[in-house]
């Protein structure tokens, strides 16, 4: 089974960095995800990591540890549209398609 | 590229009767999954359909059924409804890749 574990909520401030957790415990892995979802929106695609190590895009950057079963989104330069949950997912890839198990979300507010 | 499409945005039943929530993949994209998201937590995978067949199923009853079309858009069906199915219900497509989609959504009440 999968079973993965994110913080429920994180508050930052505008122009600082936040640091959102992931852990995961699966029968296999095949990469891990990051979405980022605004409030009745769809989720929308930041990252997927495969290998150990960390990957940089723009203000937004992640990072993987597969020995570890962890993983981190940190955010840079804060700004107030980032305000949204972010959700961590693992896929799990069988014969017939794959689905994506997602945690709890991390929801973040940033303030002023 | 219109990207995924759902329909309806917003729905409202009441106890005990049927909904059937329309899902359009991105161009090009062959394969389409179901999630549902309750309030304040993450998406649950319901099934996930290609080439006309449901190929994945995740923990969800009978109540939760689809289909999926020639034209690989998809319809979510569920019966009976209870209170607890009230939620957004997300559609995702792929192509083959590892990333999914993500539909806006159908927001589902139930009273």
């Known amino acids: 089974g999968q079973n993965i574990d994110q913080p429920t909520e994180m508050t930052a401030t505008e122009g600082a960095i936040v640091q959102i957790n992931c852990t995961y415990q699966?029968?296999?892995?095949?990469?891990l995800f990051w979405y980022q979802q605004h409030a009745g929106e769809a989720p929308t695609f930041l990252s997927y990591?495969?290998?150990?190590g960390l990957e940089e895009k723009g203000r937004f950057s992640s990072f993987l540890s597969r020995s570890k079963g962890y993983s981190y989104l940190l955010l840079k330069e804060l700004q107030m549209k980032d305000s949204a949950s972010y959700l961590c997912?693992?896929?799990?890839?069988?014969?017939?398609?794959?689905?994506?198990?997602f945690g709890g979300g991390t929801r973040v507010l940033v303030k002023p | 590229d219109a990207g995924v499409t759902q329909s309806p945005t917003h729905l409202i039943k009441t106890r005990g009767q049927q909904v059937t929530l329309r899902c359009s993949p991105k161009?090009?994209?062959?394969?389409v999954s179901w999630y549902q998201q309750a309030l304040g937590q993450g998406p649950q995978f319901i099934f996930q359909?290609?080439?006309?067949?449901?190929?994945q199923r995740g923990n969800f009853p009978d109540r939760f059924s689809g289909h999926q079309f020639p034209n690989y858009s998809s319809e979510l069906n569920v019966n009976a409804l209870l209170l607890g199915d009230s939620a957004l219900y997300l559609c995702?497509?792929?192509?083959?890749?590892?990333?999914?989609?993500f539909g806006p959504g159908t927001r589902l009440t139930v009273l």
């Open positions: 161009s090009g994209h062959d394969t």
């Open positions: 990591n495969v290998l150990d």
């Open positions: 997912a693992v896929p799990q890839f069988a014969a017939a398609g794959n689905k994506l198990t």
């Open positions: 699966t029968s296999g892995f095949n990469g």
């Open positions: 995702a497509s792929r192509a083959g890749g590892n990333e999914q989609f």
């Open positions: 359909y290609y080439e006309e067949e449901e190929r």
